[in-house]
């Protein structure tokens, strides 16, 4: 090599290293995602939160719906909470974790199948083993195992569905049923779930919606369904001039009891960590139901002269689900709030406005649900704030609060759409309702030859 080659490899060498020093820069400023680390303590709470959301469902929300329904429909109630439990246990196993939580195929700002739906990447649950692990923040290494996250995210899956079953009780098939709820579980549940929940690249989620643990995804979800279910579906016989007393309040309480106790691991369960976040989570859905079921009571004292045991445990209740998707955002005071207005909506959709609209939403699922869950997202774009005592810097309200009545209203669709359809479907081909005679014999006889009380 000549000397004037030398000096020429020596300048292309130097001009290198020096268009190379931003970009070394930029590595440096940038640290690499850390592998993930299992952490046992976060692994131990998430585990104690999947049992706690599980014992909503069963037993927890089948003893609050048996308790108020009549005695002749009471097993049916018990097993139609069973039954979807199973059921939606099976398909989330199959394809529904899958197709709600798989991130495969996702690019933040593109629009593409994977924005409204997750891949089949992991259908049959294929490569979720022992040793696999979830990390719910990929800057941090720590981690659980994914199939615990699996088990988890498998009990939100199994109550939204359930919920549901209140709003239609005392008047539909058990075969309808079973075809509704696997229907609308994958056709519904699960990409609502994935537009909010499913990281990156996700419609509601890159829009910036916030739900901690379930406001649009589980509850109003689950309610405007069951506004459209008793809708189909029709009053029952003799509605609503006929009494149709709970038969039984002690289960109902027992059930809200079991609730409200559940439902910690469904708020802090969801920051999926044994951290602060959850700590303040478990603190809000505290404060936020003991304030509803207080506001619920004081409402009805003065509208109609007495407080009622059922009052009290429905306003827990509809505290419980005000608070949802605010719980790891507000704080103590913004609780307060949010559950004695929640509860007063609630409050009215159940009594005012369900009389003069005249539909039969048995157990109140639109009412409680669908009503304190829509009040619930929308002030969490307000308690948020910081300057409320929530955990959002630089938080605009105003801009927040659109967002999320973007998350509302998208939900609200939806769900509307497809929940009609996928009835109508099933009514065409095998009925939805059972025969006047087998209701008012009573479905635990006509659906499953049984009694619930042998007098």
Known sequence: MTQRHHEIGLRALNVFLLSAVPLLSIAADTPPTPAPVLNTGD???M???????????????????????????VLS???QCFAVTCLVTVLWVLYGYTVAFDTTGMVKGAI??????????KAFLRGVGVDTLWQPDTTVANAIPESVFMMFQMTFAIITPALIVGAFAERMKFSALLWFMGIWSSLVYLPIAHMVWGGTGSLLGDLGVLDFAGGTVVHINAGVAGLVAALMIGRRKGFPTTAMPPHN???TVIGASLLWVGWFGFNAGSAVAANGAAGMAMAVTQIATASAALAWMFAEWISHGKPSVLGIVSGAVAGLVAITPASGFVGPMGALAIGAIGAIFAFFASTKLKRAMGYDDSLDVFGVHAVAGIVGALLTGVFAAASLG???TDFNIVSQLGIQGIGVCTTITYDIVMTFIILKLIDLSIGLRVTEEAEMQGLDLSQHDERGYNL
């Open 390 to 392: 929530g955990s959002k």
């Open 249 to 251: 309040l002690g289960l």
């Open 43 to 45: 692994t131990a709470w």
């Open 47 to 73: 585990l104690t939160s999947s049992g706690l959301v599980l014992l909503m469902t069963v037993p927890g929300l089948a003893l609050y719906y048996a308790g108020m329904v009549r005695a002749k429909n």
């Open 77 to 79: 109630v018990l097993m």
């Open 112 to 121: 593409n199948l994977n924005t409204f739906v997750g891949s089949l990447a």
